[in-house]
């Protein structure tokens, strides 16, 4: 049962800031937000994830609104190997380790 | 350090068959996880397995089924295969069975002609 809901696709110009939304407005409390990207027909890789509080690291941001209800992904400065599908997911954590993923987001990176 | 790792790469098998398909998780996780990917879709939960038992299964029939050995590796089993059983088949590890992200392997194409 994927709990999320992203824009089927987006665009972004090299070099810019890609911010990718997601929904997941029936989250609970214990749910985290999880993001991985997929590069064509490779495994998913893991970007980040949080609770509630903002998250940074050396890939990118995540930025969870205070009634946790929607999140999003920013890439600072993307490039052409971001071009990739990404996927938000929310995971118990009293379910184990079974992700839901949905459809996810086509991100094109622009030259 | 080694990721996750899994074989074969590419697989063709025909109707009727079974076939095993193997993962071997980053050195020191306890958790693997086995995904189905359709094309087109996202991956779909099968299977957790975490110290050796089942500890999670998705919505798949009983022609699949797994197992995790003693050195945490793992197999997954599909028996009377079907065409749409054709897909990338994932297998992820991690640390421990909640709380921590997974790390994901870079899948076995199995094809059913």
């Known amino acids: 049962d994927a709990k999320t809901t992203q824009p089927p696709s987006m665009d972004c110009a090299e070099g810019r800031a890609a911010n990718l939304p997601c929904n997941h407005s029936?989250?609970?409390?214990?749910?985290?937000v999880y993001w991985y990207r997929q590069i064509h027909s490779q495994g998913p890789q893991y970007i980040i994830h949080g609770l509630k509080n903002n998250e940074t690291n050396e890939m990118a941001s995540l930025i969870i609104t205070e009634d946790r209800k929607s999140s999003t992904l920013t890439l600072p400065h993307a490039t052409l190997r971001d071009t990739a599908v990404y996927y938000c997911i929310v995971r118990a954590s009293n379910t184990g380790n079974q992700f839901y993923f949905g459809t996810g987001t086509s991100l094109t990176v622009i030259p | 350090d080694a990721g996750v790792t899994q074989s074969p790469t590419h697989l063709i098998k025909t109707r009727g068959q079974h076939v095993t398909l193997r993962c071997s998780p980053i050195s020191g996780h306890k958790s693997v996880s086995w995904y189905q990917q359709v094309l087109g879709q996202g991956p779909q939960f099968i299977f957790q397995?975490?110290?050796?038992?089942?500890?999670g299964r998705g919505n798949f029939p009983d022609r699949f089924s797994a197992r995790q050995f003693p050195n945490y590796s793992s197999e997954l089993n599909v028996n009377a295969l079907l065409l749409g059983d054709s897909a990338l088949y994932l297998c992820?590890?991690?640390?421990?069975?909640?709380?921590?992200?997974?790390?994901f392997g870079p899948g076995t194409r199995l094809t059913v002609l």
């Open positions: 029936t989250i609970s409390g214990n749910e985290y």
């Open positions: 992820a590890s991690s640390w421990d069975r909640v709380y921590n992200e997974q790390f």
């Open positions: 397995y975490y110290e050796k038992e089942e500890r």
